[in-house]
């Protein structure tokens, strides 16, 4: 009976997570490729495909990938070499606020831009009062260059976590023995340095530029009409123009490639140099010369540029009452509560007015279930595969899947699995947290596999010998080894599914905003009052998604790669 029991056990450890991922993975996908197919391929033409828009659209994404990551290595690298290889006051708090954007809601970075750089931002606002103009002088949104300063804003993180920390563990020794051999500084950088990094620094680049690759919110946003990625056609052709012929044929070119990358870094990533583990902070240097300081101060000025400004600008514009108009150029500011006090008013007395603090409400009852649903199928699956069973090792593999397909596709596939009927658009808000569950799987699944697999099987034993039963063994050996982990999962899940945008714009139905949607929609809407309101609902958000992020860190939490 024991035997029976555990064999079910492990049977449903893998079944279930498997299930999951063919209900709400492969089925969505599958619809996306039968739209794509469903016509001749010589009736393509006729069939309300427009090539032109495909092309453009197709160039776009990867000449703006292209150039953000490129700028993003430039700023990324400075820092990952100061992090790598320089100890300073603060340096733990610094890298711990690097990292901070690269959860954040694309609203939340595209806000934080607006609230920097916009024609209400805070660089045109001092520059007009300074000198005394009446039109903002700088009009950066709906442009490029806005989009490639958010993407280096959200992206830099990926290259100091990763070429700073290889940097940190490479052998300093190495290179000295390299420079006493006679080798210049440039020589053992490029013949030493740079070989021993170069997995390293192929895999970021290759992360950076498939992060870039499938932007939307940041390109929704700050990119304007002028601009269109494949995301954001994807999502013009369904829900301006209902054309899921043509939504399904980006989408289609969209994951085929974003999978590919994935598995491209993925291959690269864990093709390392073995070097003799380093203790600490062994390689570290202290700085010492005038040229280390002038280096350091200069990376500063760099840190706060990219990571405080932004931020910054956000939760002061969130505060703050600016008069519009000429008359209130020389106006003094003054710190409010009325962008905060406006998300609960109704201004033009609607009838379908939904007050954004709804947005907040859902957001959180969303993000609660995806939260839960991520975990505990993470947990099961890691259950399952530390048994080293065939089934679960084909699961573990499939949970990866999900990493290189971007939230509008998964959107859209839900969009044309799930909508057979008229009636069955009511059931939309019950998947997006199925959506966002998805999206965080594998990275629940990443913290908690290594707290699972890590727990030795004679404890098992030993439980099992002292007269635990089988039925106890989760709660009462596992549960309490592996606590610290679960729960850094369910607050990282938690912070995925509260700021996610992409497929949440298509299945969120009016009556059942997020804070997310809630954003954009006051972000698209003229007039000061629905701008300090958007910016208000953002520092709502990045408070939450920052103190989630500063329990994961407290926890300590690593995943497995």
Known sequence: MIQNRRRFTSIASWLLPLLFLLAF?????ANIILVSIRERVDDAFNSGINWTIVGRAVRFTFWQASLSTVFTLLVGLP?????????????????LVSTLPFILPTVVVA???????????WLNIILMRVFSLTQPPIDLLNSLSAVVIAHVFYNTSII????????????????????MLGGSPWYTFSRVTLPMLFPSLVSAVLLVFLFDFTSFGVILLLGGARFTTIEVEIYIQTMQFLNLKMAAVLALVQLLFS???TRVSEKIGGERFQIAPV???????????????????????????????PVFALLMRAFTEIPSGIAGAKTPLSFTFAHFQGLFINDRNSLFFVPPIIGLRNSILYAVSAAIVAVGLSSMLAFSSSANKNPARVVKALIMLPLGTSAVSLGLGYLAAFSKSPQSVRWFPLLIPMAHALIAFPFTFRIIQPAVEGIPDVL????RTLGVRESQLWRRVTLPLIKKQLAGASVFAFAISLGEFGATAFLSRPEYPTLPLAIFRYLTLPGPANFGRAMAMAAILLIICGIGFAVIERLNLEMKT
């Open 25 to 29: 993975y492969f089925y969505p996908l």
């Open 79 to 95: 820092l990952a070499f100061l992090f790598g290889r320089y100890k300073f006051p603060g340096r733990r708090f610094l890298r």
């Open 111 to 121: 806000a934080a831009f607006s609230a920097l750089l916009g024609p209400n931002g």
């Open 160 to 179: 100091i976590r990763t070429v700073g920390t290889a940097w940190e563990k490479l052998d300093k020794k190495i290179e000295e023995s390299s420079r």
């Open 259 to 261: 999978i590919f990358l």
């Open 279 to 309: 203790a600490g902070e062994e390689n570290l240097r202290n700085l010492d010369s005038a040229a280390d300081w002038l280096f350091f101060g200069l990376c500063m000025l760099l840190f706060l540029a990219v990571f405080f400004l």
């Open 460 to 463: 098992f034993q030993a439980a």
